[in-house]
């Protein structure tokens, strides 16, 4: 029988006690316009990328100063030719070193309750550099796998990297992690070597960020279809192993609009949530961990 290092079992129960405690609060909101309805926010390299749907699939590129963000004055088009290719982008995954995803999702009819997930492999750094997708879109693969909606963060599983994704719905709804370097090549999610593994998980998941330090998992969400705010921190390793999530700490807040992305600052402690709305679409949280 495998014998656990005690010292690694003690700093494991010290994150999950900690986590287990975390409240957070909302310490600031502000107005970040020309974004459409904000769809998300994604740091990378100390800088905080917002993007959203606008009368394209826009993104725009800001830096942090105390508790306001800087409008570097880069915007980025999701379009080739001008044509609006991501038209509602609902996650970026990005790691240095590993193939940069975008999802989007798709309407297919006229009502909007009938939509098409898909998952964009994109030369990232093209991207940034011509600020459009023109030369830089690598392929399009429909994830055929998801059951509602797809939105793409890059977290770490005994060493290796691979693409987690979410569903929205309020059934049957699921993290799933994809090989990266197979997604990259496929048509469809279903493909063979695609999918690795995947679990249950609560409902209304807007986006995803992962803790890589901690390998805790938020699920950011609404605690009602499109209504209100949840951020859920599960336990990732745990959550494979038994199929299902297994939640460390639920934060809610009476925030009554639609949540739609968070990320942590390089301050441990404090972190920036988006949400849909035209006004007031950006806050400033505190976090406090117990234990």
């Keep these: 029988m495998k014998v656990l290092n005690p010292i690694l079992v003690l700093i494991v129960m010290f994150f999950v006690a900690r986590y287990s405690k975390t409240d957070g609060k909302i310490t600031k909101t502000i107005t970040i316009d020309s974004l459409g309805a904000c769809q998300g926010i994604s740091k990378q390299n100390g800088k905080y990328f917002l993007y959203g749907d606008r009368e394209v699939g826009v993104m725009r590129e800001y830096k942090l100063e105390k508790d306001s963000l800087i409008y570097e004055r880069k915007e980025y088009k999701f379009t080739v030719k001008g044509k609006n290719?991501?038209?509602?982008?609902?996650?970026i995954a990005y790691h240095k070193g590993l193939p940069t995803f975008v999802g989007n999702s798709v309407k297919q009819n006229a009502a909007g309750t009938l939509w098409k997930a898909e998952i964009n492999c994109i030369n990232w750094s093209g991207f940034l550099k011509n600020r459009k997708l023109d030369g830089n879109l690598i392929k399009t693969i429909e994830d055929d796998a998801c059951i509602q909606g797809t939105r793409p963060e890059y977290v770490n599983y005994k060493g290796k990297w691979y693409v987690a994704t979410a569903d929205y719905g309020n059934k049957a709804n699921e993290v799933r992690l994809y090989n990266p370097e197979a997604l990259?090549?496929?048509n469809k999610t279903s493909e063979?070597?695609?999918?690795f593994k995947k679990f249950t998980c609560s409902p209304w998941v807007q986006n995803l960020h992962y803790i890589a330090d901690k390998g805790i998992l938020?699920?950011?969400q609404n605690q009602i279809e499109g209504r209100k705010w949840r951020f859920t921190f599960i336990d990732l390793e745990k959550s494979l192993i038994k199929g299902q999530e297994v939640v460390l700490n639920v934060i809610d807040t009476d925030?009554?609009?639609e949540l739609e992305g968070f990320a942590f600052t390089d301050t441990a402690n404090k972190g920036i949530a988006v949400s849909s709305s035209h006004k007031n679409n950006v806050s400033f949280m505190d976090f406090t961990f117990g234990g």
């Design 218 to 220: 938020v699920l950011i």
């Design 85 to 91: 290719t991501i038209k509602h982008p609902t996650g």
């Design 184 to 186: 990259s090549k496929a």
């Design 192 to 195: 063979k070597c695609v999918l």
């Design 255 to 257: 925030k009554p609009d």
